[in-house]
Nanobody, 116 residues
Framework: QVQLVESGGSLVQPGGSLRLSCAAPKTIHSIYIMGWYRQAPGKQRALVATMTNGGSANYEDSVKGRFTISRDNAENTVSLQMNSLKPEDTAVYYC??????????WGQGTQVTVTS
C-alpha cells in the first residue's frame, strides 16, 4: 500500500506560521500534481494549493499571499509554508499526489489548529 508521509501539523496562535511537508515514495513514478487539501469539521475536503511538475501553482483564494507551496520533483516531496494563520485555517490537511496516469494518492492527514 502506497503511503504518503506527512508532517508539520500543530497548534498555533493566530498570526503564526507552520510548515507542512509530505514525502511520496520513490515507487510512485510520473508524478504530475502534488499539493494539499484540507477538511474542516462539518465541511467537505477542499483544495488549498497544488503544483504541477512544471512548477505551476494553484491556490485557493483565501490562502493567496499567506501560503506558499513548493516541491522537489527529484525527491517526490511537497511542502506548504503557511504564514499569517487564521482560526478559519483550522482543519485536517491532506497531502495529495496525482500521477500522469491519473492515479491519485492521499496522505493520512495532519491536524492544524489555529487558536489563541
Amino acid at each position: 500500500q502506497v503511503q504518503l508521509v506527512e508532517s508539520g501539523g500543530s497548534l498555533v496562535q493566530p498570526g503564526g506560521s507552520l510548515r507542512l511537508s509530505c514525502a511520496a515514495p520513490k515507487t510512485i513514478h510520473s508524478i504530475y500534481i502534488m499539493g494539499w487539501y484540507r477538511q474542516a469539521p462539518g465541511k467537505q475536503r477542499a483544495l488549498v494549493a497544488t503544483m504541477t511538475n512544471g512548477g505551476s501553482a494553484n491556490y485557493e483564494d483565501s490562502v493567496k499571499g499567506r501560503f506558499t507551496i513548493s516541491r522537489d520533483n527529484a525527491e517526490n516531496t511537497v511542502s506548504l509554508q503557511m504564514n499569517s494563520l487564521k482560526p478559519e485555517d483550522t482543519a485536517v490537511y491532506y497531502c495529495y499526489v496525482e500521477t500522469g496516469w491519473s492515479n491519485v494518492y492521499w496522505g493520512q492527514g495532519t491536524q492544524v489548529t489555529v487558536t489563541s
